[in-house]
C-alpha cells in the first residue's frame, strides 16, 4: 500500500467515524425533545395516548380497543388508522414501558440516515460530502414537527424511503420488497405515496431487466389495491360509524371519493391555486401555506425542482396537506410532511450523483446543509401556523422544566388503582394509558375518577369557561368528591 491510498484510507475511517457523530448526536437531539416531552407531561392523548393504550393491549394480547377517541364509543385501535408498527413492537413494551415508541421512532430517523450514507456510497459520493447530506437530512423542519408532537407510524414508515431506493438500485428485489411493505403496513395512506414512488421507479432503470419493470408496476397495484381495500372495505367495517373518516377532510371536494376525484380533473385551476391558497376566500390564514412551500424550497426543496421525479414522489404528500380544509394541516408542525425529509435527501443524493466536480458537490451541499440548519433553527421560534415552541425549541429553558410540582403529580397518579376507569385530560392520558378504560376529559362514561391539572388545565376540547363550569358542577354536586393534596392534580373520585 503506497502512501497516497493509505492516507486515503485514514481520510475513509475518520469521516466514517465523523458519520457516527452525527447519527449519535442526533439521536440525542430527537430524544432530548420527544423522551423530555414526555417525561413533562407535554404529550397528548391524541395520538400517543391512544398508541400506548393499543401498546399495552397488545402486550398483553388483549384486543386493542381504544377509549380515548372524543366520542363516546370505543373503537378498535386499527380503525382509526391501518397501522401495524404498533403491534410489532409492543413486545418491547416490557422494557421501555410508555417510551417504547418513542425510542423506536428516534431509531427509525437515524435508521434512515444510515440509508442515506448506503446510499451516497453506492453513486461513489465521498464520505466527508456525506456527512453535509446527513445534517441535511436530520435539521429538516419536517421531523422536528413530526417528534415535537410524540409518535406516529408514518415517521417509521418514511424512514425505510431510503433503504427502498437503495435496494432497488442495487437489484435487490427481496429486500426491496421488505422496504416497500415495510412502508405499507404504516399507515393506509401511505399505499398512495407507494404507487407514486413506484411509477417513478420505471424511470430510474437501474439495471434494465424484466424485474426492474415488472416490480415497480406490481408495486403500484399493490399499493393501490391495499388503499382500496383499507380505506373502504377493512377501516369502514372496523369503524363505529361504518364509514373512513379521514375522506371527511376533502368534504369541500365532494362527499365521496367519486365526487372528490371528479372534482379535481373538472377544476384543475382551482386546485393548483389551491397549493397556494385557501378553499375559502378571502382566508388570512392562507399564509400558513405560503410559509410552508417557503420553509420547504430553503431545506432543499430546490432539489425537487431539479430531479422532478422526486417532485412527482412528493406531489401526494403535498395533496394531503395542501388540499385539506383543515388549518392545522397546512403548516409546518405536527407531523404531516414528515415523508419530505428523507424525499428531498434522496432528491439532493441523485443530483449530487449528476456533479462531477468534487468542489462543487461540497459548496452545493454546504449551502443546502446551513440553509436547512438555518430555517429550522428560525421556525422553531416562531411559525405562523399553530405551534408550542416549548416542545421542540431545545434551546428554550422552559423546555427542561415542568410548569409544576412534577414529583406531587407523580406521586398522585400512583394513587389511582391499574384497574381503575379513569378520565384525564389530554397531557396526563399517555401517562394512565396501561389500562382498559381511559377516557379523553370530559367524557366521564363509566369512569370512577377524573384528573385534572388546576391551575395549568388543558381543556381541550372544550373551551376554558365550559371546562371549569363542568368541574364547578361537580364540586357541587354529591356524586363526585374532590382530593386536592396533590396540587396542581386535581383527583375527583366517585
Given at each position: 500500500?503506497?502512501?497516497?491510498?493509505?492516507?486515503?484510507?485514514?481520510?475513509?475511517?475518520?469521516?466514517?467515524?465523523?458519520?457516527?457523530?452525527?447519527?449519535?448526536?442526533?439521536?440525542?437531539?430527537?430524544?432530548?425533545?420527544?423522551?423530555?416531552?414526555?417525561?413533562?407531561?407535554?404529550?397528548?392523548?391524541?395520538?400517543?395516548?391512544?398508541?400506548?393504550?393499543?401498546?399495552?393491549?397488545?402486550?398483553?394480547?388483549?384486543?386493542?380497543?381504544?377509549?380515548?377517541?372524543?366520542?363516546?364509543?370505543?373503537?378498535?385501535?386499527?380503525?382509526?388508522?391501518?397501522?401495524?408498527?404498533?403491534?410489532?413492537?409492543?413486545?418491547?413494551?416490557?422494557?421501555?414501558?410508555?417510551?417504547?415508541?418513542?425510542?423506536?421512532?428516534?431509531?427509525?430517523?437515524?435508521?434512515?440516515?444510515?440509508?442515506?450514507?448506503?446510499?451516497?456510497?453506492?453513486?461513489n459520493i465521498s464520505a466527508w460530502l456525506l456527512c453535509l447530506?446527513?445534517?441535511?437530512?436530520?435539521?429538516?423542519?419536517?421531523?422536528?414537527?413530526?417528534?415535537?408532537?410524540?409518535?406516529?407510524?408514518?415517521?417509521?414508515?418514511?424512514?425505510?424511503?431510503?433503504w427502498l431506493f437503495y435496494f432497488f438500485l442495487k437489484g435487490?428485489?427481496?429486500?426491496?420488497?421488505?422496504?416497500?411493505?415495510?412502508?405499507?403496513?404504516?399507515?393506509?395512506?401511505?399505499?398512495?405515496?407507494?404507487?407514486?414512488?413506484?411509477?417513478?421507479?420505471?424511470?430510474?432503470?437501474?439495471?434494465?431487466?424484466?424485474?426492474?419493470?415488472?416490480?415497480?408496476?406490481?408495486?403500484?397495484?399493490?399499493?393501490?389495491?391495499?388503499?382500496?381495500?383499507?380505506?373502504?372495505?377493512?377501516?369502514?367495517?372496523?369503524?363505529?360509524?361504518?364509514?373512513?373518516?379521514?375522506?371527511?377532510?376533502?368534504?369541500?371536494?365532494?362527499?365521496?371519493?367519486?365526487?372528490?376525484?371528479?372534482?379535481?380533473?373538472?377544476?384543475?385551476?382551482?386546485?393548483?391555486?389551491?397549493?397556494?391558497?385557501?378553499?375559502?376566500?378571502?382566508?388570512?390564514?392562507?399564509?400558513?401555506?405560503?410559509?410552508?412551500?417557503?420553509?420547504?424550497?430553503?431545506?432543499?426543496?430546490?432539489?425537487?425542482?431539479?430531479?422532478?421525479?422526486?417532485?412527482?414522489?412528493?406531489?401526494?404528500?403535498?395533496?394531503?396537506?395542501?388540499?385539506?380544509?383543515?388549518?392545522?394541516?397546512?403548516?409546518?408542525?405536527?407531523?404531516?410532511?414528515?415523508?419530505?425529509?428523507?424525499?428531498?435527501?434522496?432528491?439532493?443524493?441523485?443530483?449530487?450523483?449528476?456533479?462531477?466536480?468534487?468542489?462543487?458537490?461540497?459548496?452545493?451541499?454546504?449551502?443546502?446543509?446551513?440553509?436547512?440548519?438555518?430555517?429550522?433553527?428560525?421556525?422553531?421560534?416562531?411559525?405562523?401556523?399553530?405551534?408550542?415552541?416549548?416542545?421542540?425549541?431545545?434551546?428554550?429553558?422552559?423546555?427542561?422544566?415542568?410548569?409544576?410540582?412534577?414529583?406531587?403529580?407523580?406521586?398522585?397518579?400512583?394513587?389511582?388503582?391499574?384497574?381503575?376507569?379513569?378520565?384525564?385530560?389530554?397531557?396526563?392520558?399517555?401517562?394512565?394509558?396501561?389500562?382498559?378504560?381511559?377516557?379523553?376529559?370530559?367524557?366521564?362514561?363509566?369512569?370512577?375518577?377524573?384528573?385534572?391539572?388546576?391551575?395549568?388545565?388543558?381543556?381541550?376540547?372544550?373551551?376554558?369557561?365550559?371546562?371549569?363550569?363542568?368541574?364547578?358542577?361537580?364540586?357541587?354536586?354529591?356524586?363526585?368528591?374532590?382530593?386536592?393534596?396533590?396540587?396542581?392534580?386535581?383527583?375527583?373520585?366517585?
Open positions: 500500500m503506497n502512501l497516497n491510498s493509505y492516507k486515503n484510507k485514514i481520510a475513509g475511517w475518520n469521516a466514517t467515524y465523523f458519520q457516527y457523530g452525527i447519527h449519535l448526536f442526533f439521536f440525542l437531539v430527537f430524544s432530548a425533545i420527544s423522551f423530555l416531552n414526555h417525561y413533562f407531561f407535554r404529550s397528548a392523548a391524541l395520538d400517543y395516548g391512544l398508541s400506548n393504550q393499543a401498546l399495552y393491549q397488545f402486550a398483553h394480547f388483549k384486543p386493542a380497543i381504544t377509549s380515548m377517541l372524543l366520542s363516546y364509543e370505543s373503537a378498535p385501535y386499527l380503525s382509526c388508522h391501518l397501522s401495524f408498527w404498533v403491534p410489532l413492537l409492543s413486545p418491547f413494551y416490557w422494557i421501555f414501558g410508555s417510551y417504547t415508541l418513542l425510542i423506536f421512532q428516534n431509531l427509525a430517523l437515524v435508521f434512515a440516515g444510515f440509508g442515506l450514507v448506503k446510499l451516497g456510497k453506492y453513486f447530506v446527513l445534517i441535511q437530512f436530520y435539521a429538516s423542519f419536517a421531523i422536528y414537527g413530526a417528534i415535537s408532537f410524540d409518535y406516529h407510524d408514518n415517521v417509521v414508515g418514511a424512514c425505510f424511503l431510503p435487490n428485489w427481496k429486500l426491496t420488497a421488505l422496504c416497500f411493505f415495510a412502508v405499507l403496513i404504516s399507515k393506509e395512506n401511505m399505499a398512495i405515496l407507494l404507487g407514486f414512488i413506484s411509477l417513478a421507479f420505471l424511470t430510474l432503470k437501474p439495471r434494465p431487466s424484466f424485474k426492474s419493470y415488472l416490480l415497480p408496476i406490481g408495486f403500484f397495484l399493490v399499493a393501490l389495491l391495499w388503499f382500496m381495500v383499507s380505506s373502504f372495505i377493512i377501516i369502514p367495517s372496523l369503524n363505529n360509524t361504518g364509514t373512513f373518516d379521514q375522506i371527511g377532510r376533502y368534504s369541500h371536494l365532494g362527499s365521496n371519493l367519486q365526487e372528490i376525484i371528479s372534482y379535481i380533473f373538472t377544476h384543475p385551476v382551482k386546485m393548483f391555486r389551491m397549493f397556494f391558497e385557501s378553499h375559502i376566500q378571502p382566508d388570512p390564514d392562507e399564509k400558513v401555506k405560503m410559509e410552508f412551500l417557503k420553509v420547504l424550497f430553503i431545506s432543499g426543496g430546490i432539489a425537487l425542482i431539479r430531479k422532478p421525479a422526486f417532485l412527482w414522489m412528493a406531489l401526494p404528500i403535498f395533496i394531503q396537506k395542501l388540499w385539506n380544509k383543515e388549518l392545522g394541516f397546512w403548516g409546518l408542525s405536527y407531523h404531516y410532511q414528515i415523508e419530505l425529509a428523507p424525499i428531498i435527501s434522496l432528491a439532493i443524493l441523485f443530483w449530487i450523483r449528476d456533479i462531477k466536480a468534487i468542489r462543487f458537490q461540497f459548496y452545493l451541499l454546504l449551502f443546502l446543509g446551513v440553509s436547512t440548519v438555518m430555517i429550522t433553527l428560525r421556525k422553531m421560534e416562531h411559525k405562523y401556523c399553530e405551534s408550542k415552541p416549548v416542545n421542540e425549541n431545545l434551546f428554550l429553558k422552559a423546555h427542561y422544566q415542568a410548569s409544576f410540582d412534577l414529583d406531587k403529580v407523580k406521586q398522585g397518579l400512583k394513587t389511582i388503582p391499574e384497574d381503575a376507569a379513569i378520565c384525564a385530560q389530554a397531557n396526563l392520558l399517555p401517562h394512565l394509558a396501561t389500562r382498559d378504560k381511559a377516557y379523553h376529559f370530559p367524557i366521564l362514561r363509566d369512569a370512577n375518577y377524573l384528573l385534572v391539572l388546576e391551575p395549568g388545565m388543558n381543556c381541550y376540547p372544550l373551551s376554558e369557561t365550559e371546562a371549569r363550569t363542568l368541574l364547578d358542577t361537580m364540586r357541587l354536586g354529591k356524586e363526585w368528591k374532590e382530593d386536592s393534596t396533590y396540587l396542581p392534580l386535581r383527583i375527583f373520585k366517585k
